[in-house]
């Protein structure tokens, strides 16, 4: 194999062709990684006197001889690191940055990814030299699937005495999650939307046969097989809105909102709804508050669905409040409203399971009112994009509060001083 | 002003490093008990029985380390916490590690049993408790004190399903009295479970130690037991 030296452009063109088969890179990757020379090079020699090794931040402040080589790194949208003899990180570039929240100068390996079968690679390709591909799962905040190549960067003057670990990782997650959500969309949907079809299958038959002369019955059974059309419509709506969320459940929310606000709003448009079902709702946050990070129609739609179960359940006569919740010591540094009822409540054990799709404490009560059995599944999901928790707290005879927890956004307005680090 | 890099430092580096490793065998022998039992796959079980082996290996090792670096350079203060509490969440993983294993061996007896719906419920649980695991992993790897904090307070969660389940599960033993074999393996694994959640809240403090030199005390929410009173309603 070629040896590598930090100048020259003929070397620089053999090493990218050494390291493309040496990784079985795409071509542009393996342009990159050649780049990655005069990078890596840089950082090692100015480790000498400078003492820790510098990764992303550091890494890119260091005197580099390859404005170019470093920029084409920079840029790149795949995470890539360099691992030293001892599993220190030493080079990572922005987008390696983004993809690991733990990355420091310097840190070790297995503090980022964990996982012993990218533990076990790193270390036996160290030893041996040999390219490796492992695919994994990772765990942070939400699940991820990985997959990382990993290579070795010869000795030689450019990288320092040693070799090093060369890691790149692609995210697999949307890919996993697309072939996931298929098939679970057809199991349920189809388990789900059995019941009403074959209902209104029966009807047509009746009235194909025996109700063909019979106005009377016609009528009724019209009226049934549009209720239960109704039914399968709010179905599959609810259906492609879960899958939806489920979608972007890894996307960070970008924009900054008043949560209070936002649930205030939710409530006044069911206003309405609550004067027909002769239920009071009481709108009792104020505009203005702590801002958190999240996608408005999302956190709109989990009140929604929270508080037209609040009326649903809760029947004519009910009282529902929208309202601030105290800070809670189970929930540091997040901002809570909650829905309460003055309903029936639920039983203790069927509580931790609400979320689940199609999961009703009674089908039959759930059905007659309208319900599909996917709001608070909807409403997880949702809080799990941002970050966020659902409080249940009820009991039989007592109401329900279903708190939605959400992450303070930094710098936020109202945070707490004791909330802010010191120095 | 030059900081060199000691090989004291390095020592450091190198036995926190292991206990990120050991966390991560944890919640592999973990996730693949669970997939075992919902799953029925007596196979898997059996690979996560022998892999658990690996665990113990890696703690004894740490523990040697951690051993010769307190003799050798008589570290103090912060760094001597670093290595006390590596010792310690070492040992708590590794009983993470053994109480994983014997929700697989128990995965063997019920995977020729007859399926339960019960089980569902149980593989919720574990996948909370895997959660838990995994945040306080994270939160040691980046010394994340609130994390710690917060996942210390959570716990309670996992005691209020060990309690649900343990009504679950009592009741169906009591409706149908061919089903208490079953029942009492899935009560041993939801049992297990609560154990790890407890473990999990150790490390919490343990992370806690390391960065605040303080202990977290001892007023942790915690569920109540659940007694059997639901029984004669
Ligand atoms: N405020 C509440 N009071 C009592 N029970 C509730 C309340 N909210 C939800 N539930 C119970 O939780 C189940 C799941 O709720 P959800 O996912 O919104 O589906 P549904 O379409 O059935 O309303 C409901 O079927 C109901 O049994
Ligand atoms: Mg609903």
Redesign the interface.
Known sequence: MARWVPFGGAVLVGALAALASALALPPLLAFAAGALVGLVGAAVLARE????VPAAAQGAKATMPSTFGRALIEKLPTPLLVISR???VSYANPAAADAL??LEA?A?????I???AF?EAVGATLADGEERRVRFST??DQERFLEARIGLLPPGDAFGPEAQGIVQIEDRTDQRRAEQLRSDFIANASHELRTPLASIIGYIETLQHHAREDPDARERFLAIMAREAGRMQRLVDDLMSLSRIEMTEHVRPAEEWSLTEIAAESAAALLPVARRQGVTLAIEVAAGGVRVRGDRDQLGQVFTNLIDNAMKYGGAGAVVRVVEAAPA?????RVGVTVEDSGPGIA??H???LTERFYRVSASSSRDKGGTGLGLAIVKHILNRHGGRLEIASEPGKGSAFTVWLPRSEGGEGAAAGDVPEG | M????SAFD?DL??I???I??M???C??LLSKALESVQSRDPVLARQVIERDKALDAMEMALEESAVKVIALRQPVAADLRVLIAAMKIASTLERIGDLAKNIAKRAIPLSSAKPVRLTT?IV?MGRQT??QL?DV??AH??RDV?LA??IW??D?EID??Y??IF??VVTYMVEDSRLIGVGAQLMFIAKNLERIGDHTTHVAEMVHYIVTGKNLGDDR?KGEPQGLEFLTD
């Open positions: 006197p400078a003492g820790p001892t599993g220190r929240p733990r310097g070790h390996f297995a503090h980022l964990r996982v012993p533990v765990r942070q010591r189970a929930h540091p540094n203790r054990e509580i931790h399971r | 030059a900081h060199i890099v390095e580096v190198q926190q490093a292991r990120s490793e966390g991560g065998l919640e592999e419920s919720r895997l959660t995994s992993l994270n790897a980046s609130d904090v917060q307070n959570q309670y209020e399903l309690n649900a009504r679950e929410p």
